[in-house]
């Protein structure tokens, strides 16, 4: 069974630009999840969609940060602008059921200079 | 706010020592607690999933228990390759599903 994939897995961008970030989740998983994690830390809870709707998006930066699941498979994640902050890695998670185990993908490294 | 606190920071053993990590939680409602391991350059990868006080769940040289305020994960006669942070997570009663983590133990185990 194919895990989460994300891409790209790694970006290099300057303070003020914009950055988007892709993730397909585990095939039949209608749970995703996007998790910030910064150097020598969990992660962070950014946002759940369950299918195409958002359950919580409490902890998402929304002057800077959005995302959308427009089919309720893929996901995108964008930062606009950038600030040096957001420097860390960006984990997509999907589980099969709402609280169940969730699996993430291997991560999206942002450097913001 | 709910809370997960893991000791210690980092441990550091030698092949075939048995250890225990420590996750304290404060969290309104528990619906579980899960432990990821997770891997230089990786995503955490899913371990166990303890749900009641009482609950203990295996895998290979781990156990994981856990108590109302707290949870154990012992690693038996660990092996180079258990090298990894281990992180603790904690999911709340409520609307919403994501989880909460320590900031993880970074473990080495020395040959």
């Known amino acids: 069974e194919a895990g989460v994939a994300q891409s790209p897995r790694y970006k290099i961008i300057e303070k003020r630009q914009s950055v988007a970030f892709w993730c397909n989740p585990i095939?039949?998983?209608?749970?995703l999840y996007w998790y910030q994690q910064i150097l020598g830390q969990g992660p962070k809870l950014l946002i759940q969609?369950?299918?195409?709707?958002?359950?919580?998006d409490s902890q998402l930066p929304k002057d800077r940060f959005s995302a959308e699941r427009l089919k309720g498979v893929d996901s995108t994640l964008k930062i606009q602008p950038a600030k040096l902050e957001d420097s860390a890695v960006y984990l997509c998670?999907?589980?099969?059921?709402?609280?169940?185990?969730?699996?993430f993908g291997q991560g999206t490294r942002l450097t913001v200079v | 706010e709910d809370q997960v606190t893991q000791s210690p920071e980092a441990l550091r053993l030698q092949e075939g020592e048995s250890s225990s990590l420590n996750c304290s939680y404060t969290?309104?409602?528990?619906?579980?607690l899960f432990w990821y391991r997770q891997d230089p350059g990786k995503g955490p990868e899913f371990l166990f999933t303890?749900?009641?006080a009482g609950e203990e769940k295996e895998k290979e040289r781990l156990k994981a228990t856990l108590t109302k305020k707290e949870s154990f994960l012992h690693i038996t006669a660990p092996k180079p390759e258990d090298s990894a942070t281990y992180l603790c997570?904690?999911?709340?009663?409520?609307?919403?599903?994501?989880?909460?983590f320590g900031k993880g133990t970074h473990l080495i185990i020395q040959p």
């Open positions: 998670a999907s589980s099969l059921l709402r609280a169940s185990e969730a699996f």
């Open positions: 095939s039949g998983h209608a749970t």
């Open positions: 969609f369950q299918n195409n709707g958002v359950v919580d």
């Open positions: 969290v309104s409602g528990l619906r579980g």
């Open positions: 303890l749900y009641s």
């Open positions: 997570a904690v999911q709340a009663g409520g609307g919403a599903d994501g989880l909460t």
